[in-house]
């Protein structure tokens, strides 16, 4: 690699990173760069995998090998020559860290500054002991709350749960978490012999005799004799008893069976802890106070509240530590304020932040870090941004600039393309249509570009998708709807069209749709409700929403969710697995004449099986490799070279291409190829129509971008013939999509209203939200400030009403100036 000195620009020769053909482009440096491109061009495979990654590369170079090993590292990219590349800090789009204990104020850092706050600055009890800046953290053994552990949730039963029916008696049943068959005869006969009454209805029990029977941990032995048995007979026998908690506990951790373990699940309710009341704190923590509040209580303030909390104790004295501390941590939050995350609060859990919201606390970080002269690659940092919120994400990005800092932004919102210094533009197409630079320079250029997509839509010249307006089949009603920042909210929503709703971040939108409204829907379908195990989301919110009426709910016979949640954990999860395209698959393959001759049945394609798949790596396609000085690394199988199967299998051929051969296919190749194969046909075609003809069939789940995965979700319903009136709900969609994109899946969304289906979005795409048939604006800001309904009605309604953020975004779009 070169190390001459730099010119002003950073220069790549000879890029061949995943889909580049062998790319030369110079991009200047202390400038704000967009690449641009349809989703797969490879946009991303310029700017993360290949600048991003050389400039790590450099960086481990520098670092010792034993330190290495601490650092998560990226492969070299297949690149010739960079010059003049500076360090670069990536800021991709990812969930937040999915544990229960990472919070906001862990992402931001101002947990910290917090902490030290009230430790060295903070009011205690007469008496009390000076405590540490980590007592006042529930992370640490020093400041967890030895009842919830530091989490601020206990699990535990409760008499409701335990006993639903209080008109019951024991001998009926009333202690449903009871075993039966014998077990429970045992309890019966054991409670009659302690003298509590088995045929007196529940209610009518003392509390004592209640409490005691349900939570106590005695387990007194009791002597039970013929005559006290139903019936007589038998032998004397001494029964042991056990409260109604204690089986519960006991079966839930130690029993074997899966069955019974479900059994008692229903019992079981996650509640706020009493002893911390949620902080997770120890109570020496909480006993301390800063400007009359404790740190718990400061933890659950939105900003726009903690910065009016702090800022009288702002000074300039430097030999006052609370003026000093508090002047850090105000100009701080300022910055997040002004990124539109006022309504955020440092204790909220970072697994119910949005990517955008993740992606927002991380850049604000990066602006009050003081680095300068580094390359800063943001991966669509105004993804599930509201056009208002996107405006002070662009000041944000610009003051990193003005610090002396390079920013090259991956990015699909023309509206931010167009305020970049430089644009550089990928494509024409996707995979194999893509990979090449169609312009590299400032805005005003691309113009000229006629093959490029987003020249057409950065320029005016692409044609708006549009549609007849559409009459509603009735109107679904919701009244009363209360849940996190939705307080008593009503509205109506049009059935058999599509409705968009919309708002700033935080307002309340998807609290509305993804959680109200589809666990109204799936309450009437008899649905299990929707955990959100897939991507370990947890919501600390243990509540269910509090809906007063509905109506019209009888017009859906079915209900799908199309969220952006992965469609698999692990690389052996991928697209064909997924859609079920790959059951064709293996099945064509099966057919062959050679594999019946050999009698293969569809199961030895399966690279999960051990007849067919590679047994060095076991069907991976990778193996883990031990280094002596260095972490462990992955690479290709030398025995499949990352085919997953054995030879043998590979034998078998359908017009000269093996399985792996198939699996390595992108969906617009695999279309042709298996366009004779109605059950696969049907599927490519479905992907292909969402823009996802550049995806191989065997990418890795794990590879897979919220949208993209949100994206194969909806193909899987569109390949599948239904009848009947769904109700569709879409998070966002749009989120990440090239404008050519977003018109090819908006296209896919009127089919299927067309269908007479009901289709409800969230979403901040004004094309998109031109479109709809109906607009439901919620707002006016965000948090506390936000979950009421501001606007109602057709696009050009709301457009001209003017009432509510979204409205004068939506004007510019939809009214001619003038």
């Known amino acids: 690699m070169s190390t001459e000195e730099h010119d002003g620009f950073v220069r790549v020769r000879g890029a061949r990173e995943h889909n580049l053909r062998d790319v030369d482009v110079d991009l200047p440096r202390d400038a704000i760069v967009a690449f641009t491109g349809v989703s797969g061009s490879g946009k991303s495979s310029l700017a993360f995998g290949t600048l991003y990654a050389e400039a790590q590369r450099r960086y481990f170079e520098s670092v010792a090998p034993y330190a290495r090993r601490l650092l998560h590292q990226v492969g070299a990219p297949h690149v010739q020559e960079i010059s003049g590349l500076p360090p670069a800090v990536a800021l991709q789009q990812r ?56 989490l601020g949730v206990v699990h535990d039963v409760a008499e409701d749960l335990l006993v639903p029916d209080t008109s019951l008696s024991i001998r009926e049943g009333a202690i449903a978490a009871w075993p039966g068959a014998w077990q429970g005869h045992n309890l019966r006969r054991i409670v009659k012999n302690l003298g509590i009454d088995v045929d007196r209805p529940w209610r009518e029990l003392s509390r004592k005799d209640r409490d005691w029977l349900l939570f106590t941990d005695e387990q007194p032995s009791v002597l039970i004799r013929p005559q006290d048995k139903d019936g007589g007979g038998g032998r004397d026998y001494h029964g042991t008893f056990r409260s109604a908690r204690r089986h519960v506990r006991q079966v839930l951790s130690s029993s074997s069976s899966e069955a019974m373990r479900a059994k008692m699940a229903p019992f079981v309710r996650s509640t706020t802890c009493p002893a911390c009341h949620g902080s997770g704190l120890r109570a020496e923590a909480l006993a301390v106070t800063f400007a009359g509040v404790s ?185 009363g709807v209360s849940r996190h920042n939705l307080q008593d909210v009503s509205l109506d929503l049009p059935l058999a069209t599509l409705t968009a709703v919309t708002g700033v971040s935080g307002s309340g939108k998807s609290t509305l749709v993804v959680q109200v409204l589809a666990e109204v829907v799936r309450r009437h379908l008899g649905q299990p409700a929707d955990d959100g195990e897939d991507d370990g989301e947890e919501d600390s919110d243990v509540t269910e929403p509090s809906v007063r009426e509905v109506g019209g709910i009888d017009s859906f016979d079915r209900l799908v969710v199309v969220d952006q949640r992965p469609i698999g954990r692990t690389p052996r999860s991928n697209l064909a697995t ?128 919220g949208g993209e995965a949100q994206r194969i979700k909806l193909a899987t319903e569109l390949q599948r013939a239904h009848r009947g009136h769904s109700l569709y709900l879409l998070d966002e969609p749009t989120s990440g999509l090239h404008p050519q994109d977003t018109d090819l899946l908006v296209r896919q969304l009127h089919r299927l209203v067309d269908a007479g289906n009901t289709v409800v979005l969230v979403e901040h795409d004004l094309d998109t939200i031109a479109t709809a048939d109906w607009v439901v604006d919620l707002g006016p800001g965000g948090g506390d400030g936000g979950g009421r309904v501001v606007a109602t009605g057709t696009p050009h309604a709301v457009a001209r009403a003017g009432v509510g953020l979204t409205a004068a975004y939506l004007a510019r779009r939809l009214i001619p100036s003038g």
């Open 95 to 150: 969930r937040g860290a999915a544990s229960s204990r990472s919070t906001v104020g862990t992402i931001t850092t101002l947990s910290n500054l917090l902490r030290i706050l009230w430790s060295r600055a903070g009011t205690y009890p007469a008496g009390a002991e000076h405590l540490a800046a980590e007592a006042f953290s529930p992370n640490t053994a020093a400041g967890a709350c030895p009842r919830c552990h530091g």
């Open 295 to 479: 740190i718990a209580e400061a933890n659950a303030l939105p900003f726009t509240e903690l910065a009016d909390l702090l800022r009288p104790s702002v000074t300039a004295d430097s030999d006052d530590v609370a003026g000093r501390i508090t002047g850090d941590l105000v100009a701080r939050i300022e910055v997040l304020l002004g990124l539109g995350l006022g309504y955020l609060s440092l204790g909220r859990g970072s697994t119910t932040l949005s990517p955008g919201e993740a992606q927002r606390l991380r850049i604000a970080t990066q602006l009050r870090s003081g680095l300068f002269g580094v390359v800063y690659v943001l991966d669509e940092p105004s993804a599930g941004l509201h056009p208002a919120d996107a405006e002070p994400l662009l000041e944000v990005l610009e003051a990193l600039k003005a610090a002396g800092n390079t920013l090259f932004v991956v990015e699909h919102d023309m509206d931010v393309v167009r305020r970049a210094d430089w644009v550089v533009d990928i494509g024409p197409a996707a995979g194999e249509g893509g990979g090449r630079v169609l312009y590299s320079g400032p805005i005003a250029g691309l113009e000229e570009v006629a093959e490029s997509p987003t020249s057409a839509h950065l320029f005016g010249r692409a044609e708006p998708f549009r549609h007849a307006p559409r009459t509603p089949a009735g109107w679904l009603h919701l009244g």
């Open 578 to 705: 997924y859609t079920g395209l790959f059951d064709a698959v293996r099945r064509l393959y099966a057919a062959t004449p050679e594999a019946r001759a050999r009698g293969y049945g569809a199961g030895r394609f399966s690279f999960n099986v051990a007849a067919g798949r590679c047994e060095t790596c076991q069907g991976e396609g990778f193996v883990s490799v031990e280094l002596v000085f260095l972490p462990s690394t992955y690479a290709p199988c030398p025995t499949c070279h990352g085919a997953r199967y054995n030879a043998e299998t590979l034998e078998v051929t359908h017009r000269d291409r093996t399985i792996a051969d198939v699996l390595a296919m992108p969906v617009d190749e695999a279309a042709t190829f298996l366009a004779d194969v109605p059950a696969a046909a049907r599927g490519l075609q479905a992907l292909r129509e969402v823009g996802l003809g550049y995806l191989r069939l065997g990418q890795p789940a794990t590879e897979l971008s």
